[in-house]
């Protein structure tokens, strides 16, 4: 089986990787492990839609994979999701894409800019595809993403987009991997680790190690499924 690990940034995943074998390198930003019977490349897209969507098509046109998994961190807009629960993203959206005037910021789709419901949109929703029956990925809670581009610095704009959308988590990168992956009918997956609660940025209250050990566990996990020794 070929997976490939998309991540913004090696800090997101160089844990994983070192519990792996090393096999190749297939680009500056692409590289090749082992894991028992299982061939895993690692991708890493920079952060941002633009560049996640570049890098990921550009390795689709030369690799085939039996499955994608984006991961990374992520903030939380519900305080329930705590920093270092582990989620599964099944629907996400890009929530910075649009037209704004006095009145308020609009959708593509709300000024009839593109069609709400062409593929692969649902009412400008992209949804996953399922769990693949992986036990690890179904005992995770699943949870709808928006991604923007910009960090937000007003409390007033982060209200907005929680009125507006109602996701329970945002990164900067995930709608662009969900579009690419059912654009190109691939199979994927999009696991997050909430790292920070989406509030005026303290990085102070950001708490990494706890969710990258525990986005680590849960791919190494994962894996475990899907290997054959």
């Not at 090696?10 to 519990?19: G, S």
């Not at 994927?188 to 680590?216: C, D, G």
């Amino acid at each position: 089986m070929k997976i490939l690990i998309v991540a913004a940034s090696n800090t997101e995943i160089k844990k994983v990787k070192d519990k792996l074998i090393f096999a190749n390198r297939l680009a500056p930003n692409l590289s090749a492990y082992k894991y028992g019977n299982l061939n895993i490349d690692f991708l890493i897209t920079g952060y941002g839609s633009v560049f996640t969507a570049f890098h990921l098509t550009r390795a689709l046109q030369s690799n085939s994979y039996d499955l994608l998994i984006n991961a990374g961190v992520a903030g939380s807009f519900d305080y329930f999701l705590e920093q270092g629960f582990v989620v599964n993203v099944i629907q996400d959206q890009f929530a910075d894409l649009g037209f704004e005037d006095k009145d308020g910021f609009y959708t593509l789709g709300e000024k009839e800019m593109i069609k709400q419901d062409s593929f692969p949109f649902t009412g400008e929703i992209m949804r996953s595809l399922g769990n693949f029956e992986i036990e690890e990925i179904e005992s995770m809670i699943p949870v709808k993403a928006i991604t923007v581009n910009t960090i937000h610095g007003s409390q007033e704009k982060i209200q907005r987009l929680k009125n507006k959308y109602h996701a329970e988590i945002e990164t900067m990168d995930g709608a662009a991997f969900f579009y690419v992956c059912l654009m190109e009918k691939v199979p994927f997956l999009q696991i997050r680790s909430i790292s920070s609660f989406v509030e005026i940025p303290r990085v102070e209250n950001w708490y990494l190690p706890l969710a990258l050990k525990n986005l680590t566990k849960a791919l190494m996990d994962v894996f475990g499924e899907l290997r054959i020794d």
